[in-house]
């Protein structure tokens, strides 16, 4: 089982940047999703979630408004759209899912307590 996030790189702030997680080997369709990012030095923090249903989304305060979280069920995909990126934003950026919660609300998920992380993709924001 495997989370693929994709889309990283290197922009100037104010740009944009769609980061993308296809999993593999099992199906999270039915299950809540999200991202999460470490900038150096500092801890691993939350990002943004989304419903098994994609009905329902939440966001970190420092980018709601910011960023959008969004998914493709028939494709096993989930995808965060970033724009006015700022240097602030610069972290490696992961996608995780719930495993244990089908058709479930994503409060665990929300506090880091997902069983499947990605491997990171680099989000780099120049001034």
């Known amino acids: 089982v495997q989370l693929q996030a994709s889309g990283g790189g290197l922009v100037q702030a104010g740009g944009s940047l769609r980061l993308s997680c296809a999993a593999s080997g099992r199906t999270f369709s039915n299950y809540p999703m999200g991202w999460f990012r470490q900038a150096p030095g500092k801890e691993r923090e939350f990002v943004a979630a989304i419903s098994w249903s994609a009905s329902y989304t939440y966001y970190d305060v420092s980018v709601k408004g910011r960023f959008t979280i969004s998914r493709d069920k028939a494709i096993n995909t989930m995808y965060l759209q970033m724009n006015n990126l700022k240097p602030e934003d610069t972290a490696v950026y992961y996608c995780?899912?719930?495993?244990?919660?089908?058709?479930?609300?994503?409060?665990?998920?929300?506090?880091?307590?997902?069983?499947?992380w990605g491997q990171g993709t680099q989000v780099t924001v120049s001034s």
């Open positions: 995780v899912a719930d495993g244990r919660r089908r058709f479930g609300s994503f409060d665990d998920l929300l506090l880091g307590q997902a069983d499947y």
